[in-house]
């Protein structure tokens, strides 16, 4: 993997549950790490979704190896959140692919 193409910073956050004082419970996301990344931005398509026309748009991230990246995690890349729907090992550990997709927050 080539230094020089992780030249973007990327959040990555997990979802963590917590109990409130008053014994409610929620859940909420919190930072697990933040590095550089290369990424791909994969073509984006438009549907249609309850007659509203809702963009998708995919991306595709090449970073270092690590092994605490899952498929429960979201990324935070240019302010914009996407949600992991794919990890993949390179050759021989020499990084990981992940693959995200946007999703709006409400």
Excluded: H
Aim: aromatic share 12%; hydrophobic share 35%; net charge positive.
């Amino acid at each position: 993997m080539r230094a020089g193409r992780l030249d973007e910073w990327v959040i990555f956050e997990t979802p963590t549950k917590t109990t409130q004082l008053s014994g409610f419970k929620s859940s909420t996301w919190v930072t697990l790490l933040s590095d550089w990344c290369e990424v791909t931005r994969l073509a984006g398509i438009e549907k249609y979704e309850t007659s509203q026309l809702t963009e998708v748009a995919d991306v595709k991230l090449n970073m270092r190896y690590r092994t605490n990246i899952t498929k429960t995690m979201r990324f935070i890349l240019n302010g914009e959140y996407y949600s992991i729907y794919s990890v993949k090992e390179m050759k021989r550990m020499r990084g990981i692919e992940i693959f995200g997709k946007l999703i709006e927050i409400t």
